[in-house]
């Protein structure tokens, strides 16, 4: 069982407002991502971590954020949350040092919502 | 441009029987194959993987065979049970890049019917 949780896993907000999803893993996994997938569209990579204090922006242009200041915590903010952020996000890790580093472990996501 | 293709959205497979969902892929440069299994409200879990360097890998219930040249891979999965109904995402990666990214398709709903 994968030890990464995201919160909220429900999230109905108003457009404007900021907003910020949590991501931790206790695995002490290095490598961390934010993925943002949409019904029956595939998953996009938005962000990415090599560890502490890296921060990389991934193939989809993403107006969120993300930063890196623990090993284990990776959350991404909306400064100001438009209806066009609607989507599911997905937080994910991965350990290199096992040599299978593209066997990602995912939370549960979160499913947000902006009217 | 989808790199990462599974052609089919959906599928309904009759419990016991075999389940095959397919793949393809067109960057030549990816060495390394996945497939997640996704339940609803939930995220992805990995199920299996493929390197380049093989044509098929077995787990269990699970086979995963690559075809280089045709640029396909499938997932077999014998016997079909109910609780294996879910999405199942092929991806690829291609591990020579000094960053390793993944590539995900657009996944395939299995439905197995008791």
């Known amino acids: 069982e994968a030890d990464i949780y995201q919160t909220p896993r429900y999230l109905v907000i108003g457009t404007g407002k900021k907003i910020t999803l949590e991501c931790s893993q206790t695995m002490g996994h290095d490598k961390m991502y934010w993925y943002q997938q949409d019904p029956g569209m595939e998953l996009h990579l938005i962000h990415y971590?090599?560890?502490?204090?890296?921060?990389e922006k991934g193939d989809l242009s993403s107006e969120s954020t993300v930063s890196r200041i623990r090993t284990e915590h990776f959350p991404l903010t909306l400064e100001s949350a438009r209806p066009s952020h609607t989507s599911q996000y997905l937080c994910?890790?991965?350990?290199?040092?096992?040599?299978?580093?593209?066997?990602?472990?995912f939370g549960q996501g979160t499913r947000l919502t902006v009217v | 441009d989808q790199q990462v293709k599974q052609n089919s959205p959906s599928l309904s497979v009759q419990e016991g029987r075999i389940s095959i969902l397919n793949c393809d892929y067109t960057n030549s440069m990816f060495d390394y194959f996945l497939w997640y299994k996704k339940y609803p409200a939930e995220g992805p879990t990995f199920l299996i993987s493929?390197?380049?360097?093989?044509d098929k890998n077995e787990d269990g219930r699970f086979t995963v065979f690559l075809n280089k040249s045709a640029k396909h891979l499938s997932l077999h999965i014998v016997p079909s049970q109910p609780g294996d109904s879910a999405v199942y995402f092929c991806a690829a990666s291609d591990r020579g890049g000094g960053y390793q990214k993944v590539t995900f398709g657009t996944g395939t709903k299995l439905q197995v019917i008791p």
């Open positions: 994910a890790s991965s350990d290199p040092s096992t040599g299978r580093n593209t066997e990602a472990f």
């Open positions: 971590s090599y560890g502490v204090n890296s921060t």
């Open positions: 493929i390197s380049s360097i093989k």
